[in-house]
C-alpha cells in the first residue's frame, strides 16, 4: 500500500490550498483516511479525517478553514485549506487506517508567510 500526497507549498497568510492523497496497492476503500500534521519541534497531531461512509473529524484548531473530502472510487482523499494561518505551516502527512493496518505517505511541506 502506498499513500501519495501532494498540493503542498508556499502560500501567504489568508490563502488557500488543496491538498490530494491517492492510496494505492491492496487497499480498498479504507476504513479512514486523512490527514496529521507536525510543525518544527511539535509532536505530529490530526488536522482531520474521514471515514468511508463520510464521516468526518477535524481538529478545533482547522474546523471551519479546513474541509476534508474523498473520492472513494480513486481511492483518494483532499484537503482543501482555506484562511491559512502561519500556525497552520508543517508537513503534512496522509494517513490511511485499513483492515487494522495504519499506513502513513511521505510529507507534504505547507508554508505560511505573515
Known amino acids: 500500500v502506498q499513500l501519495q500526497a501532494s498540493g503542498g507549498g508556499l502560500v501567504q497568510a489568508g490563502g488557500s490550498l488543496r491538498l490530494s492523497c491517492a492510496a494505492s496497492?491492496?487497499?480498498?476503500?479504507?476504513?479512514?483516511m486523512g490527514w496529521y500534521r507536525q510543525a518544527p519541534g511539535k509532536q505530529r497531531e490530526l488536522a482531520a479525517i474521514?471515514?468511508?461512509?463520510?464521516?468526518?473529524h477535524y481538529a478545533d484548531s482547522v474546523e471551519g478553514r479546513f474541509t476534508i473530502s474523498s473520492d472513494n472510487s480513486k481511492n483518494t482523499v483532499y484537503l482543501q485549506m482555506n484562511s491559512l494561518k502561519p500556525e497552520d505551516a508543517a508537513v503534512y502527512y496522509c494517513?490511511?487506517?485499513?483492515?487494522?493496518?495504519?499506513?502513513w505517505g511521505q510529507g507534504t511541506e505547507v508554508t505560511v508567510s505573515s
Open positions: 474521514i471515514s468511508n461512509v463520510g464521516s468526518t
Open positions: 494517513y490511511a487506517y485499513f483492515r487494522g493496518q495504519t499506513y
Open positions: 496497492g491492496s487497499i480498498f476503500s479504507a476504513n479512514i
